[in-house]
């Protein structure tokens, strides 16, 4: 696992995209797996800047995360967002966009499809945020590391963070969501992990200082051989010294 210290959102916004862009331009159609969160405006406002300049992204094939369970036209789900803040904005569109129907009344049929789907396009690339409770995508601390795709339920502080993230009424916020399990997460090629912000020092501090627990869902992460992490200060800002030092003399 590459650890790489950023000194805040915009160093880590731009390093990411960096990557994002040297993957697209050198694989062969490329195939990514990208999701949403506060996270990541930051990577898509710059992606599509780039992309507005010239950067090709029409060959690559785009799939996502996870989607919460709610009507299509919600302020906070999936779908929204990839249209709003990266789709819609493209000079032109991806080769392929797949997203996962979060309206469905028959969430087996749409996890059976969507699997299929993942199958079919092996990922060179994963993005993935941290959840403050330690969470990737919506496997919630305690979900098995062999999780498949799955419906899952928010813990309280998910919940809490949409809230939050999206500016809702409590009574409107989703708490289920279709999520790629670890399965599915473990087999890209490549994977991203973004961490920026205060809120989110303990789940790091866990993350890079504590056991590989499904209890802290993120540490699943050291068994995939390649891994990238792009963390900024205010988010090591409960790291102890020592493993500061090791991360700023790599
Ligand atoms: P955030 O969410 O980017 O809105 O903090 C991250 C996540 O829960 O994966």
């Given at each position: 696992m590459e650890v790489i210290l950023v000194k805040d959102y915009d160093e880590m916004s731009h390093k990411a995209v960096d990557i994002f862009e040297n993957i697209v331009q050198t694989k062969e159609s490329p195939v990514v797996n990208i999701n949403t969160g506060g996270t990541m405006r930051g990577f898509y406002k710059e992606l599509v800047r780039r992309e507005n300049e010239g950067l090709d992204l029409s060959d690559v094939t785009v799939s996502v995360l996870d989607e919460y369970i709610g009507p299509k036209k919600a302020p906070f789900t999936v779908d929204?967002?990839?249209?709003?803040?990266?789709?819609d904005l493209l000079n032109k569109s991806p080769k392929n966009v797949f997203l996962i129907n979060g309206e469905t009344d028959n969430p087996e049929e749409e996890i059976k499809r969507y699997q299929e789907i993942?199958?079919?396009?092996p990922r060179d690339f994963q993005l993935l945020g941290l959840g403050t409770n330690g969470h990737i995508g919506a496997n919630e601390p305690g979900t098995s590391f062999d999780s498949e795709m799955f419906l899952a339920d928010h813990d309280d502080?998910?919940?809490?963070s949409t809230i939050l993230e999206y500016d809702l009424n409590p009574a409107d916020a989703p708490n289920q969501m279709l999520t790629l399990g670890f399965k599915e997460i473990m087999d890209a090629e490549q994977i991203l992990l973004l961490i920026s912000g205060k809120h989110k020092a303990e789940a790091t501090k866990a993350f890079l200082e504590g056991e590989i627990t499904p209890e802290?869902?993120?540490?699943n992460l050291f068994n995939h051989q390649n891994v990238i992490v792009i963390l900024d200060e205010e988010a090591a800002s409960l790291l102890s010294d020592e493993?500061?030092?090791e991360l700023s003399t790599k």
């Open positions: 929204r967002y990839m249209h709003e803040q990266f789709l993942i199958e079919k396009h502080s998910t919940v809490e802290v869902p993120v540490t493993k500061l030092e």
